[in-house]
């Protein structure tokens, strides 16, 4: 390689006093051995690197999230809207956000676990801390204010408002009914739902780890207790249970969260599982993935939409979830076909980074415009453009503030003790997890 880049410049200053036809075929010759030696080169330099580095582009943020949280979101809006009339599948939104939360957290899990060999569960509850209290209070005092200020109908008592602020909403509607809450905030049942998860998952991950079960293991672990809660749910339904105990109960709803948790060990783009799969089935599988994605979302776009009561709330959900893993994977890494540009437009984008404030307060919006204009579609209209509005005014005032603070006291307290007990590997933020290569150490749970 040192030969073809280092020729003498002397004979090269000779050369070029040749005849035009030889001067001509210098140039080739030289550009020829120019792109040699760079392609030599940049094959030594991979070489270097991981040998599956490369397996899926470097980006500052996993590709296409943000844009399906946006449309899910806008999807629940609909259903909460005075337009629709009743037929809207806005629960398959809160489908799509169990799934991605499950999958996102669960990514991040495992990445601290490859690469620390560890779980900081003081770092992943102070973040959950600060991502979601702040905002999700400040929705509750504004409902209370409102509430006393006569501008929102309500019945609210104590245990109501208790409810909310401990996360167990979801509970407290299957005992008593929505009526005594702080109004326009019912949609707080799923917050706690993840909540409720979110408290025991970290923990049971960890102690797998510590166990030494394989991540593959704890992953199809995921699924069966996903498909279990399936029959759950029919097992009740069939028994005499109630829309309220069957639609908002932490034991017949988190499969969807498991489900996209289940993905992020098993299969996960993001972690580059696909490099350690062999055989016919998946080399068939990547050629027609986009075919599948289509059937996944004709599938989903089924299951939605099917109006019995009894559809929705047994299997209609884990149709839905088997359908978001093909849709994930080829939204995840196709990022720049026409659905991936369209998941990733700056508009889909900014909705979905806006989208757990727009959760939050788009009932109390909806509930304060309603009354003033008779136009349902009208009302729909104005409303969603207040809820972004009032959405952007919660991210720079409550949400960007307080993630600020949190970093500055994990950099603080919590740098400082992993210095302290000899580990310095952090987790990066959910928004800098990047599609990479796999590591080919997957038989644990740490990757």
Aim: glycine content about 8%; aromatic content about 10%.
């Amino acid at each position: 390689m040192s030969r073809l880049s280092s020729a003498p410049l002397t004979s090269v200053r000779c050369k070029l006093h040749a005849p035009a036809p030889r001067r001509r075929a210098l140039f080739w010759s030289l550009n020829a051995r120019a792109f040699l030696v760079l392609s030599l080169r940049g094959m030594s330099s991979r070489n270097r690197s991981s040998p599956t580095a490369s397996a899926h582009p470097i980006s500052p943020r996993i590709p296409s999230l943000d844009g399906l949280r946006a449309l899910a979101v806008l999807v629940v809006f609909v259903g909460h809207g005075r337009t629709d009339q009743g037929q809207w599948p806005g629960y398959a939104g809160v489908t799509v956000f169990f799934f991605l939360s499950g999958f996102l957290i669960t990514t991040l899990l495992r990445r601290e676990l490859e690469k620390s060999g560890r779980i900081q569960l003081t770092r992943f509850y102070l973040r959950r801390t600060f991502r979601i209290l702040p905002a999700a209070y400040f929705t509750i005092v504004v409902s209370l204010a409102l509430a006393t200020a006569g501008l929102l109908p309500s019945s609210i008592s104590g245990w109501g408002v208790l409810s909310e602020f401990l996360n167990y909403t979801n509970y407290y509607i299957v005992a008593r009914g929505y009526e005594s809450l702080p109004p326009e905030t019912s949609q707080m049942w799923s917050l706690a739902v993840e909540e409720q998860y979110y408290l025991v998952v970290p923990v049971a991950l960890l102690v797998a780890y510590r166990l030494g079960a394989r991540r593959t293991l704890v992953g199809w672990c995921l699924v069966s207790v996903g498909l279990l809660i399936a029959g759950w749910r029919v097992f009740l339904g069939l028994n005499g249970a109630d829309f309220d105990r069957l639609y908002f109960s932490t034991d017949t709803r988190i499969d969807s969260i498991l489900w996209g948790a289940a993905l992020a060990l098993l299969m996960n783009p993001v972690m580059g599982d696909a490099a350690a799969l062999r055989g016919r089935l998946v080399r068939w599988i990547a050629r027609h993935l986009g075919l599948i994605a289509a059937v996944a979302i004709g599938t989903l776009v089924f299951s939605a939409v099917v109006p019995a009561l009894s559809f929705r709330l047994s299997v209609a959900t884990t149709l839905q979830c088997l359908a978001l893993v093909p849709i994930f994977w080829f939204v995840i890494t196709r990022p720049s076909g026409v659905i991936g540009k369209l998941l990733n437009s700056r508009v889909l984008v900014h909705l979905g980074v806006l989208s757990f404030s727009f959760y939050l307060l788009h009932k109390i919006v909806l509930a304060v415009i309603g009354p003033l204009i008779d136009a349902p579609i009208l009302t729909d209209s104005i409303s969603l453009l207040v809820s972004v509005l009032v959405s952007q005014l919660v991210f720079w005032s409550i949400e960007r503030p307080f993630t600020n603070l949190r970093v500055r006291i994990e950099r603080r307290f919590l740098s400082r003790a992993a210095t302290r007990t000899g580990n310095s590997g952090a987790a990066q933020p959910l928004t800098h997890l990047t599609p990479r290569g796999y590591s080919g150490m997957g038989r644990r749970i740490h990757g």
